[in-house]
């Protein structure tokens, strides 16, 4: 049975909003031409897409404010699969960078064939499955979430937007992209910005600065990305996001999970992810 409804769009056997894709926007990412020294951060939905969209442009400009102070993040680093690239891509210069939600699976082959390179950056899920919660009360082009509990069984289910997350997350660990990709986790990014943008700057090859770095890290921080309107997405019109109900950048903390899972809710979640990572050979990062 068809899960498309009047907001959700069934593609490969996962689920995406049809307010931002398209069966056109989906066929122009499947031929879309990568270039070998395209930059793409892959993430699953709320495990820190917005962030990348902030650093990737700094750290390709060289520290240069111009892309995050001119130009809203959706433009300036947009998504493969939307609507939005097919309106943008002749006016990137390269390097470009773009996110993506797509697991491995429903990469272009284009992609396969170049040397472009991939930062893939994982959240703990519990965190992911939270911070999903309040974009779908916030996101008026998504279902009500139900209650909480309501919610996990869809997320653990995959009845959510871009499917499993143990799917996604192990369609990209078990590629064979070699020194083609990078693994961040969201939780050493809030542990130690610097370090990780450092760990992006010398998988891209750069030569940063410690200075530049850290005006880099300093101009990424969450509170910085909150009160900067090319990133904080308050100009998206209050009908498709309503942020009284909650703000987009709600908090950029790791482990606001233990704020909103009981005890039984925790065990049943987490024994769920780690059976289904453990079938596919991995192992459960996170506390």
């Known amino acids: 049975m068809s899960l498309s409804n009047e ?3 069934e593609y490969e056997g ?10 056109e926007s989906l066929k122009f990412a499947q031929d879309f031409k990568f270039k070998d020294d395209d930059v793409v951060a892959v993430t699953y939905p709320k495990s820190g897409t917005t962030w990348m969209q902030e650093i990737l442009p ?3 400009s060289g520290g ?33 960078a773009m996110v993506s939600h ?20 994982m959240r703990n899920p519990k965190d992911v499955a939270v911070s999903s919660f309040y974009f779908h009360q916030m ?27 143990t799917d996604h997350v192990s369609s990209w660990k078990l590629a064979k992209l070699g020194e083609r990709i990078l693994f961040l986790t969201y939780e050493e990014m809030v542990q130690d910005l610097g370090a990780a943008i450092r760990r992006i700057s010398d998988f891209l090859c750069l030569d940063l600065s410690e200075d530049i770095i850290q005006k880099i890290a300093e101009h990424c921080t969450f509170k910085s990305m909150k009160a900067n309107t090319m990133s904080n997405f308050s100009l998206v019109p209050k009908k498709y996001m309503d942020s009284d109900k909650s703000p987009f950048l709600r908090k950029g903390v790791a482990g606001d999970w233990k704020n909103h899972f009981n005890s039984e809710q925790e065990a049943r979640f987490t024994s769920v ?8 050979g991995l192992s459960f990062p996170f506390n």
């Open 14 to 23: 996962i689920l995406i909003p049809r307010e931002t894709h398209s069966l």
């Open 7 to 9: 907001f959700l769009l």
């Open 139 to 165: 996101a008026s082009f998504l279902e009500d979430p139900g209650t909480f509990d309501e919610f996990l069984d869809k997320f653990l289910e995959g009845r959510v937007l871009f499917g499993k997350w």
């Open 273 to 280: 992810i780690q059976k289904e990572l453990e079938a596919a």
């Open 58 to 60: 700094l750290v390709l």
């Open 102 to 121: 797509f697991p491995y699976n429903l990469m272009p082959s284009s992609f396969h064939s170049s040397k472009a390179k991939v930062i893939y950056v």
């Open 64 to 96: 240069d404010l111009t892309p995050i102070q001119s130009t809203v993040n959706w433009d300036r680093v947009p998504w493969l699969e939307e609507t939005r690239l097919a309106n943008v891509v002749d006016k990137m210069t390269s390097p470009r």
